[in-house]
């Protein structure tokens, strides 16, 4: 969907009562019937009025139904967390034996809930440089699923995701991609073939620093799996306040898509002539078919001889942390994620290199963070 054509569909009001533009949150954990006949008939199947919350909830389904129509998928379900929507989406499409074909680079616990939680329940994952994945389709022989995030995290490697989808296709598999970092302004995975995209919604979507929250999207059939059984299960819902706050945060999705994108646009151009800078990792249109533009969050790698601890502590309007996709702008060292404790390191596994800086360029004016950026240079 072309950008001017979504920015109008996420400002269409809601046509809430009284000609609220806004839906209501409805705070209530359950929905009550007025007979017998009514409360069958809804455990029966019939209808689809809403029953308990852990299911289904008219606010989250607010939410639902924006994200379903700006992935232009059949259906959305909402989850309280990107990995609630990215565990739920696998555990509902793998079983005992079988096998995953990851991009390398994944989002780290995206790794870990591979690693720690499913190979001890017999469901094995493989992990394939970008590359190999468009170009080696036997890589994915015999996976019941591919994994894949384009660009991927710390290193922003953008993939052709109809060309892999094409493959899985081919190979029997099912395809998930995270488009956290592209949103649905940027790319539109299951117009390009892949059969399912999660979201956290806690980074652009949200995109004000105040929500964890989580959202997969797919056909009827994929998204009835998840609804029947992980959402309902694993029971990691979306609560109706978090999914009021998202769709407030959809209506200005596209604005500040753009605004982050011209940013970074601005930032990386300079970045890449800068003496003390060896590598801008900064994906846009062109980088990888379908991908409509740059979102802000890229990495650099610092030339030898600047130090990144002195590079992060001379910065003064980016604050040192975690997440990304906010109003404010953030910077996050890879040194530091290499030496994060725990049984095993998956910036470790991917070869990061320690030179690598993260950049999540906010709302601020781009000036100001260019020149927050080259005193800091300067200084490492
Ligand atoms: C943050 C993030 C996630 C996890 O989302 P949460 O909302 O923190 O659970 C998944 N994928 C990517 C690419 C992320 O950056």
Known sequence: MEPDMLATLLAAPFGGPDGAMTPPIQQSSLFSFDNYQAFEDRLAGLGDRPLYTRVQNPTVAAFEAMMAQAEQGEAAVAFASGMAAISATVLALVRHGDRIACVEHVYPDAWRLFEQVLRPFGVTTDYHPVAAMEHEPQRLAGARLVYLESPNSLMMQ??????????????????????????????NPLALGV??????????????????????????????????????????????????????????????????????????????????????????????????????????????????????????????????????????????????????????????????????????????????????????
């Not at 953008?158 to 790319?187: E, F, I, K």
Request: proline fraction near 6%.
């Open 158 to 187: 953008a993939m052709d995701l109809a060309r892999v989808a094409a493959h899985a296709r081919a190979a029997g598999a099912v395809s998930v991609v995270d488009n956290s970092w592209a949103t649905p302004v940027l790319q």
């Open 195 to 380: 059969d399912a995209v999660v979201h956290s919604a806690s980074k652009y979507i949200g995109g004000h620093s105040d929500t964890v929250a989580g959202v997969a999207i797919a056909n009827a059939d994929i998204i009835g799996r998840i609804r029947a059984l992980t959402l309902p299960l694993l029971g990691a819902k979306l609560g109706p306040f978090e999914a009021w706050l998202l769709v407030r945060g959809l209506r200005t999705l596209p604005a500040r898509m753009a605004r982050h994108g011209a940013t970074a646009t601005l930032i990386a151009g300079r970045l890449a002539h800068h003496p003390r800078v060896a590598r801008v990792h900064a994906p846009g249109a062109g980088d990888a078919p379908g991908l409509r533009g740059r979102s802000g969050l890229m990495s650099i790698e610092l030339a030898e001889g600047a130090d990144a601890p002195r590079f992060v502590d001379a910065l003064r309007l980016f604050r040192i942390g975690v997440s990304w996709g906010g109003f404010e702008s953030l910077v996050m060292p890879a040194r530091a994620v290499l030496r994060q404790a725990g049984p095993q390191n998956p910036a470790r596994c991917f070869g990061v290199p320690p030179t690598l800086v993260r950049l999540s360029l906010g709302l601020e004016d781009p000036q100001d963070l260019w020149r927050d950026l080259a005193q800091a240079l300067a200084a490492a």
